[in-house]
């Protein structure tokens, strides 16, 4: 085969992924044939995802964490929702969370043949706790709060939504699959620590800067996890909680490899360069007149006209946009100021 070369992130701002840390990227490459899946055969990496879990359970508040390594953040999600259907006794459930959750619990209602309930946001794109506790009834299973939504990095108020599931019995599920490497920097409360949070959604492939595929479910109890169990009668361990089964170990040992060398000042440094990427740029708009939201976390939603949207796109900018339309930037760690100078000065040139 021609040696292709995969494109390089200069003018990518739609991504949630970044550059891997060169340590990352390192690991990923020595553990490429190693399988997580089977712990019993592969041993060293098995011992790296306990490790990993220990770490994502230091960065969300919680001193002994059960969980594992998924493929990313969408399989972290469908596992939380099944381990709520599993635990739950009603063979009606229904999972609330609000209209800015991620697409991801569409595919978990559809599998798991669980109704998905979206309430409505409030006025700055968070869960709007009236609609959210209207929604909610006896066989809710689950109540999911975002923590860093997709489209404009709002945080839901967790600690009412973890107490509201807490009253039906239901667990609260947070999905910090894109934020959960910035908010340890910010004073949101959004995790283990600060509410009744049952699950959580964290993902090292994208603000961790681990290679990709390396997400993570994390959780306080192995009871918990245990309802994801099911027998491996031909496998030298004898349970598995994962969905996928044979998993990358590159992924696992990248997450390592980048929170060891990350966290926490790396990861701080690079909250505050991001935020700071971000905040330029939001003044920068509104000082062209658009309408912008302005950035809680390093994520940028400003109104433009499609065309130039598209405009921009013609010259390589991978930009998206929102479900409203607005254009959207993620300031991930590749994102530099630099380069957010010369696509503003391409913005100017319409
Ligand atoms: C990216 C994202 C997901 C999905 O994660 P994948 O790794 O793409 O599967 C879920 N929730 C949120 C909030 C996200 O930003």
Request: glycine share 6%.
């Amino acid at each position: 085969m021609q040696r292709v070369q995969p494109q390089d992130f200069e003018r990518v701002l739609s991504s949630m992924c970044t550059k891997p840390h060169p340590a990352a990227r390192d690991a990923a490459e020595r553990f490429l044939a190693t399988n997580p899946g089977d712990p019993g055969t592969y041993e060293t990496i098995a011992e790296l995802e306990r490790k990993a879990v220990e770490m994502l359970g230091t960065i969300t508040g919680l001193p002994s964490a059960e969980g594992y390594v998924t493929s990313g953040g969408t399989e972290a999600n469908i596992q939380a929702v099944r381990i709520a259907r599993n635990r739950a006794a009603t063979d009606q459930p229904n999972v609330v969370a609000p209209e800015s959750a991620h697409f991801s619990f569409n595919k978990a209602a559809d599998l798991l043949n669980v109704e998905l309930r979206t309430a409505p946001t409030d006025a700055d794109h968070r869960a709007d706790m009236a609609a959210v506790k209207e929604l909610v009834d006896d066989d809710t299973v689950a109540v999911v709060g975002v923590a860093g939504s997709t489209e404009y990095g709002r945080v839901d108020p967790i600690p009412a939504m973890a107490d509201l599931a807490a009253d039906h019995d239901a667990i609260c599920h947070v999905d910090a699959a894109w934020g959960g490497f910035v908010l340890p920097f910010t004073d949101h409360r959004w995790h283990f620590g600060h509410a009744d949070v049952d699950t959580l959604t964290i993902d090292p492939h994208k603000m961790g800067q681990a290679a990709v595929p390396a997400g993570g479910l994390v959780t306080h109890s192995t009871e918990l996890l245990d309802e994801l169990a099911v027998d491996t009668p031909y496998l030298e361990s004898k349970s598995q909680a994962t969905l996928t089964g044979t998993r990358s170990g590159a992924g696992v040992a990248s997450a390592v490899a980048a929170m060891e060398e990350l966290w926490p000042v790396g990861y701080r440094e690079q909250y505050h360069e991001s935020m700071e990427n971000a905040e330029w740029l939001a003044e920068e708009l509104a000082a062209r007149g658009h309408d912008v939201v302005a950035p809680d976390l390093p994520i940028v939603a400003a109104d433009m006209t499609s065309p130039v949207t598209e405009d921009l796109r013609q010259r390589g900018w991978r930009i998206s946009k929102t479900g409203a339309g607005e254009m959207r930037i993620v300031c991930m760690p590749h994102v530099t100021k630099s380069m957010l100078r010369s696509f503003v000065a391409d913005l100017d040139w319409y």
